[in-house]
Each structure stands twice: as C-alpha cells, then as structure tokens.
C-alpha cells in the first residue's frame, strides 16, 4: 500500500476513473499551479475496482468545475478543510462549454477566423452529446 | 433587434403573420413600393450566387429602398483577413439591414452577435437557408392551400442541401407532416437532422433509393441540386451528380395536384420538358422568394403597411 500524505486545506477530486487523472491535471490547467498537487492512479476502490484521485492544495480558485463536468461528471469533489471534508460538490454536465473542446468541421466558421471562442452547447443531456454553437455540427469525444 | 439565423427564430405564430404578409404584398403589390423608402439593404454575399442575392434586391427596391454590397469575397475585405465580426461592425454603420451568404457554417451567427442591425442568414455552408425555407413554405401554402396533412419527398443531395435541412427544420412544427427522403446512401440527411429533428418531433419518415416508388405517394416533390462545391472530391461528384433526374415519365406516377418545386439553379435534375407541366411550380417558386423577402425585410425593419 502506497500512503500519501493527509491534507490540510484544499480539494481532492475523487472517484476519477482510472487513466483519467493526466487527462484532467493538463485540462484544468494543474501543471502550471505553484502548489503541491498529488496524483494518484490505480488506487483501491470497492466501487470502481480502480480509481484516480488528485489532490490540490488550496482553495477552490484552482478548479473549473464546468471543465470537470464535462470531462466526467461522476467526479467527486471534496472540499477539505482542517483535514476534514467540508463540502462535496455535486458535478452536472455544463449546458454550455466555451473554449474546452474545438470544432472539427472544417466547414465551420472556426476554422477560420481563429479568435472566435469554441462555443458548444449540451443538445442531449442523456446521450451526453454537444454541438457547436456556430454549425451544429455534434462532437465526438 | 431581430436577426433571422434559422427557420425556427421564427414562432410558428410568426412565421405565419410573415406569410400572411407576403400573400397581402402579392395581392397588393403598388401598396408597398414606397415603405422603406431612404432604407439601405447590404447584400454581404461572401460566395457567389445569382438568385438569391438578385431576389434580395428585388425585394428591398420593390419597398421603396435601395442596396449596397458585394457578390463575391474576392470583392470584400475578407480577402485582406477581416474577420466576419470586424466587416459587420463597419457595415452596420452603413446600412440598416444585411442578408450575408457565407461558405463557412455559423458565420451569420458571428455577425449577429456583433452587428448593430439586423442580419438575415442568406445561406451559410451546408448548415441552413432560412429565406429559402420561407419561400418554400409560401410556396406550399399558395399552392396547396394548407402547411399541415402533406407528404413531402425531398430528392437528390439530402447530406449538404441546406435548403432541406432547413425546410426539414421548419416543416415538423406543423401537423401531420410525412417526410420521404430520396437519395442515395452517400447523400441522405445528416444523422442530426435525422435524431433530433425528425426523430425527436416523431415525425414520420422513410429513406429511399427510387424516386420512382416515392412518386404515387406525394403530394409536394422538392428536387434538389448535387451541389459541385460541397464536394471535396471530384470523382464523388460526377458520380452522383446525375442520380436524379425528373422527367415526363416520373411525372406520369404522380398525383394530379402534386407539385414539384426546386430552390434553382437547376441542372439536369428536372428535364425541360416538366417545365411546361402545370406542376411544375419552381419558378412561381422564384417569384415567391421575393414576395416572402419583401415580408422578411418589412418585419425586421419593423415597417407596417401604410394605412
């Protein structure tokens, strides 16, 4: 058993699905923060056999909680606060996500006036599916 | 401020008024030649096309107002690398509404969402053309004297004809509409349209290869034109650009009171020799477009007919 040391004050995003964890470290921008920031991968989990779990020192600034809910929403985030659990956020998918994902139509308008932000809006909340704002077009992960 | 940037910015209830409009601008042309009189239509037509931007004039000058523009992107600003948002900004200053025609999908949207009048998507990429569907829609209802109880076969390039996507977009708010889609496998609509636009409205509907087996079953056939410019590849193109072509014969297995329309250009997807069938209603089609524009323009300007 690997131990990772408790933390005090700051947020662990748990129950990522095992193999995710580098996916959200770079999407949430993690890589550029100065704080400590732990990731453990392949961790023992009764519910998911393997799960990811980051660790962040510091508060709440650091997470985009829109990027989080669209790269997986059954993430648990846990904020900890004197070494204890204060808050558990709930994640939904994000009725709209801007700049996180590009359109791949390269008979969109984004492909070439590059300064338009990526606009996506969520057009089946069942089959998780986004379209771009601008043609339509459906994103496949 | 309204844009018009799809067929369903429009309520139904709307929709309808513009229509009624239209159909009191065919009735009582001279009324309306002087409405919007020291108004500016700009024609921002980023790809070439004759009819619609010609229709676009025809419309505003029939009101008593007058255009500007430009027909190609060779001819604007966009060939020094001005963005979409940049061009409206300035046109704004110069006119008090625009129809833009863009080959790149959401580019009307870019400019709505930066312009200081209103703008009238006249055809973007493969996505949609609101106006044509309003032609289409008055067309139908000149025609058959309903919207609703109909069975429309849609033929030929169903994957980048944005004139179906659209007409598909704004035909499923009425009632009892059936949709049977002619083309081949490589041309049938986008799975958006077929997911969430016809399934989601369950909306009846059959996909097709024969035009021939549709033809008995319709009440409105809507041709339409394998577009050259929508193909990336050559060889795609001349093999499916003659996949349909409606003739005398096909014409004989259709109902007296089916008509069949087309957005125009044509090539050889109608034979000329339909042209002189009393179903042949394409270029009444034509005429149409510039009365449901006429409409189009009055209510975004939010012009009245004088008393």
Known sequence: MLNIGGLKEGIVLDHIEAGKSLE???NLGLDKLDCQVAIIKNAKSN????????????????INLEILGYIDHNIT????????????????????ITN????????????????LPHVFYLSDAEKETYRCMYCEEKYSR | ?????????????ETGQLLDLAK???????EYSHVCNGKKLATLFYEPSTRTRLSFEAAMLNLGGSVLGFSSADSSSASKGESVADTIRVISCYADICAMRHPKEGAPLVAANHSGIPVINAGDGGHQHPTQTLTDLLSIRSLKGRLNDLTIGLCGDLKFGRTVHSLI???????????????PPELRVPEYIREDVLRANNIEFIEMDSLDDAMPDLDILYMTRVQKERFFNEEDYIRLKDCYILDKKKMKLAKEDMY???????????????DDDKRAAYFKQAQYGVYVRMALIMTLLEVNKPC
């Open chain 1, 100 to 115: 996180i994902i590009q359109c791949k139509n390269p008979r969109c308008i984004t492909s070439i006036e590059q300064g």
């Open chain 1, 24 to 26: 959200i470290y770079y």
């Open chain 2, 260 to 274: 069949v329309l087309h957005p125009l250009p044509r090539v050889n997807e109608i034979s000329v020799e339909v």
């Open chain 2, 169 to 183: 977009n704004a035909l499923v708010r009425y009632q009892n509409i059936k949709f049977i889609l002619i083309s």
């Open chain 2, 1 to 13: 401020m309204r844009h018009l940037l799809n067929p369903l910015d429009f309520s139904l209830e």
């Open chain 1, 47 to 62: 519910k998911m056999g393997k799960k990811d779990i980051i660790k962040i020192e510091g508060g709440m600034d650091h």
């Open chain 2, 24 to 30: 009191d601008i065919e009735d009582n042309l001279p």
């Open chain 1, 77 to 96: 985030v846990n904020i900890i606060c004197d070494n204890k659990i204060v808050e558990k956020k709930a994640l939904s998918l994000p009725k709209k």
